[in-house]
């Protein structure tokens, strides 16, 4: 039979398809089947296919011993423990036939009576025999900062973190892995794995770690730290240096490594991304931290730079996935941890909240933002050849390095144009005293905005002279080992309409866009109108516009430079209200 699939009419082609025997296997509890799949095009294509009409993939399947004696465990949207759902026709009308299970591990106590107990089977990880020294031994003490969570629910060494014999496979569902995906760019590391979908039992656990992400901590270091500032090029062999307060580019590299398989390990363990956690304080490794700068003597210090333990939140999050509770007892005292996670102020939220962002940090976005600035202004300023290293090609000063350094405060403005036109959202049910909602206060929509504006100001955007005159184009070798060529393609760099001279001019418009393509969405601008008519002295959406304007037509013309970089913002703004006038969606 034909299927038509994006616009192209596809037949399955069976003389071109038949079992991929490498990657079918049998195993004690699961069986795995690959099938290499063609389908021929009957009209139009597919256009990134060698052949376009001539479409061949892979399709796995697994089939999986159905585990027995599993009690499930009811959902709760005020906490981010992961869940499956489906719909049970049975259930009688005046309840809802949707079901809710959390997903998390089979963990029973040795001892029920006990308030801290050994688990009778624990829950053991097998970390991939690729992993380096000293990265093999940071990962395994971020994997097993969890168990300090885990004692909170009353089990005492709940997770175990081995290293892989040499002859498990990783489609072996009896072993949950960990493993180390090498890559020659950054890319994704993943925590999943399987889940019966009729209870939520987590039956086999699967983290990816991606290699190249160290490389990215450390160009963190060699960008923030001034030359001699203790980098330390030659790792140790084993064994993991004290990150308590790291001081070299090793202890930075290593400390990052630790969080970030504590992250990807709590998604396999049940638990989703907590992006409001750094409103209290790191109380999550499921957040997504950016390093935390600090500045010390007019200098950026990152002694603090990643959370170094598990947060008050992923406590409750285990708590509620694996306390025991006698069965007549669970539902309150499942309850009675959401009751604690309110009392400690400890927030999770929608989306659509504010307060949800990626890489920000901090209680106050406004507080955030005039860090954020106050560190950019710094590490522009130390920024250019002094950062490279004796022999080291000047064209490595454009790419990630200066990206990282010009767009330092990305996340801050980012994180504070939601709060524009923004309102709080809350996870509430009946009976609590939280509200569902509440509109951003007025104050704090004028004073965001204010800091918006000062990050679009030409003195804010300039790059200095002899910093740009240093921006030559990176090497790039040919293929086959021809000579060098300047101006490759670096999926880091910014764009630009001058060829291969640095465009100072797109780097303000970025920032720019930044600012003005985002505070100017159909959306915010119809609740900034809606929002007047229910909050007392409310930001409105003509006094944005006229703040915005005033900013950037209504200040004196600078000269040189600075001239170029206003009539940047110019063009950006006057193109974002533009294009918001213009918009279907727009009220």
């Given at each position: 039979?034909?299927e038509l699939?994006?616009?192209?009419?596809?037949?399955?082609?069976?003389?071109?398809s038949?079992?991929?025997?490498?990657r079918?296997?049998?195993?004690?509890?699961?069986?795995?089947?690959?099938?290499?799949?063609?389908y021929?095009?009957?009209?139009?294509?597919?256009?990134?296919a060698?052949?376009a009409?001539?479409l061949?993939?892979?399709?796995?399947?697994?089939?999986?011993?159905?585990?027995?004696?599993?009690?499930?465990?009811?959902?709760?949207?005020?906490?981010?423990?992961?869940?499956?759902?489906?719909?049970?026709?049975?259930?009688p009308?005046?309840s809802?036939?949707?079901?809710?299970?959390?997903?998390?591990?089979?963990?029973?106590?040795?001892?029920p009576?006990?308030?801290?107990?050994?688990?009778?089977?624990?829950?053991?990880?097998?970390?991939?025999?690729?992993?380096p020294?000293?990265?093999?031994?940071?990962m395994?003490?971020?994997f097993?900062?969890?168990?300090?969570?885990?004692?909170?629910?009353?089990?005492?060494?709940?997770?175990?973190?081995?290293?892989?014999?040499?002859?498990?496979?990783?489609?072996?569902?009896?072993?949950?892995?960990?493993?180390?995906?090498?890559?020659?760019?950054?890319?994704?590391?993943?925590g999943?794995?399987?889940?019966?979908?009729?209870?939520?039992?987590?039956?086999?656990?699967?983290?990816?770690?991606?290699?190249?992400?160290?490389?990215?901590?450390?160009r963190?270091?060699?960008?923030?730290?001034?030359?001699g500032?203790?980098?330390d090029?030659?790792f140790?062999?084993?064994?993991?240096?004290?990150y308590?307060?790291?001081?070299?580019?090793?202890q930075?590299?290593?400390?990052?490594?630790?969080?970030?398989?504590?992250?990807e390990t709590?998604?396999?363990l049940?638990?989703?991304?907590?992006?409001?956690?750094?409103?209290?304080?790191?109380?999550?490794?499921?957040?997504?931290?950016?390093?935390?700068?600090?500045?010390?003597?007019?200098?950026?210090?990152?002694?603090?730079?990643?959370?170094?333990?598990?947060?008050?939140?992923?406590?409750?999050?285990?708590?509620?996935?694996?306390?025991?509770?006698?069965?007549?007892?669970e539902?309150?005292?499942?309850?009675?941890?959401?009751?604690?996670?309110?009392?400690?102020?400890?927030i999770y939220?929608?989306?659509?909240?504010?307060r949800?962002?990626?890489?920000?940090?901090?209680?106050?976005?406004?507080e955030?933002?005039?860090?954020?600035?106050?560190?950019?202004?710094?590490?522009?300023?130390?920024?250019?050849?002094?950062?490279?290293k004796?022999?080291?090609?000047?064209?490595?000063?454009?790419?990630?390095?200066?990206?990282?350094?010009?767009?330092?405060?990305?996340?801050?403005?980012?994180?504070?144009?939601?709060?524009?036109g923004?309102?709080?959202?809350?996870?509430a049910?009946?009976?609590?005293?939280i509200?569902?909602?509440?509109?951003?206060?007025?104050?704090?929509?004028?004073?965001?905005?204010?800091?918006?504006?000062?990050?679009?100001?030409?003195?804010?955007l300039?790059?200095?002279?002899?910093?740009?005159?240093?921006?030559?184009?990176?090497?790039?070798r040919?293929p086959?080992?021809?000579?060098?060529?300047?101006?490759?393609?670096?999926?880091?760099?910014?764009?630009?309409?001058?060829?291969?001279?640095?465009?100072?001019?797109?780097?303000a418009?970025?920032i720019?866009?930044?600012?003005?393509?985002?505070?100017?969405?159909?959306?915010?601008?119809?609740r900034?109108?809606?929002?007047?008519?229910r909050?007392?002295?409310?930001?409105?959406l003509?006094?944005?516009?006229?703040?915005?304007?005033?900013?950037?037509?209504?200040?004196?013309a600078?000269?040189?430079?600075?001239r170029?970089?206003?009539?940047?913002?110019?063009r950006?703004?006057?193109?974002?209200?533009?294009?918001l006038?213009?918009?279907?969606?727009?009220?």
């Amino acid at each position: 039979d034909a299927e038509l699939i994006a616009g192209t009419t596809w037949r399955f082609d069976p003389a071109r398809s038949a079992i991929y025997l490498p990657r079918t296997k049998g195993f004690p509890k699961n069986s795995e089947v690959e099938v290499t799949a063609t389908y021929e095009a009957l009209s139009g294509g597919a256009r990134t296919a060698p052949e376009a009409r001539v479409l061949t993939g892979r399709l796995h399947y697994s089939f999986v011993e159905p585990p027995a004696g599993y009690k499930p465990r009811e959902a709760d949207p005020r906490i981010g423990v992961q869940s499956i759902r489906f719909v049970d026709y049975s259930l009688p009308p005046s309840s809802t036939n949707a079901v809710e299970w959390i997903r998390r591990h089979r963990l029973e106590k040795k001892n029920p009576n006990a308030a801290l107990s050994e688990p009778k089977q624990p829950i053991v990880y097998y970390l991939d025999a690729a992993v380096p020294e000293p990265t093999r031994s940071a990962m395994k003490d971020g994997f097993l900062w969890w168990n300090k969570a885990f004692e909170a629910a009353g089990f005492k060494n709940a997770l175990e973190i081995r290293d892989a014999p040499a002859d498990m496979d990783p489609m072996d569902v009896r072993y949950n892995q960990i493993y180390w995906v090498d890559r020659d760019e950054r890319g994704y590391s993943t925590g999943g794995g399987l889940t019966d979908p009729r209870t939520g039992e987590i039956l086999a656990a699967r983290v990816r770690l991606e290699s190249d992400r160290v490389r990215t901590v450390s160009r963190y270091w060699q960008t923030y730290e001034p030359p001699g500032g203790g980098n330390d090029d030659n790792f140790a062999d084993s064994g993991i240096p004290a990150y308590a307060t790291p001081e070299t580019e090793q202890q930075l590299v290593l400390l990052r490594q630790a969080l970030l398989t504590a992250h990807e390990t709590g998604h396999t363990l049940g638990f989703d991304h907590n992006w409001n956690s750094s409103m209290n304080d790191r109380a999550s490794v499921m957040e997504y931290p950016s390093p935390r700068l600090k500045i010390v003597n007019g200098k950026i210090d990152l002694t603090d730079a990643y959370q170094k333990q598990i947060g008050a939140y992923d406590i409750m999050t285990v708590r509620y996935a694996y306390t025991e509770f006698p069965p007549a007892q669970e539902k309150t005292g499942l309850d009675n941890i959401i009751k604690d996670m309110r009392k400690q102020g400890l927030i999770y939220t929608p989306a659509t909240d504010p307060r949800w962002n990626r890489y920000d940090d901090g209680p106050d976005p406004a507080e955030y933002m005039r860090q954020a600035a106050a560190q950019r202004k710094i590490l522009l300023a130390n920024y250019g050849p002094a950062i490279l290293k004796d022999g080291e090609p000047y064209g490595n000063l454009r790419g990630i390095r200066l990206w990282m350094t010009y767009l330092h405060h990305r996340w801050s403005i980012d994180s504070g144009v939601r709060y524009i036109g923004g309102m709080y959202t809350n996870f509430a049910v009946k009976g609590e005293s939280i509200p569902p909602t509440e509109i951003v206060p007025a104050a704090k929509q004028r004073e965001i905005l204010g800091l918006l504006l000062d990050d679009v100001d030409p003195a804010s955007l300039a790059i200095p002279e002899p910093l740009l005159a240093s921006l030559t184009v990176a090497v790039e070798r040919g293929p086959g080992g021809g000579g060098p060529r300047g101006g490759g393609p670096d999926q880091e760099n910014m764009e630009s309409s001058t060829g291969y001279a640095f465009d100072h001019l797109a780097a303000a418009r970025t920032i720019a866009g930044l600012v003005f393509d985002q505070l100017f969405q159909p959306e915010t601008a119809a609740r900034l109108i809606g929002f007047a008519d229910r909050q007392p002295n409310a930001l409105t959406l003509p006094e944005t516009i006229d703040a915005c304007a005033k900013k950037v037509f209504g200040a004196p013309a600078p000269a040189g430079m600075l001239r170029s970089l206003q009539r940047q913002t110019q063009r950006v703004f006057i193109d974002a209200v533009i294009t918001l006038g213009a918009s279907p969606t727009a009220t």
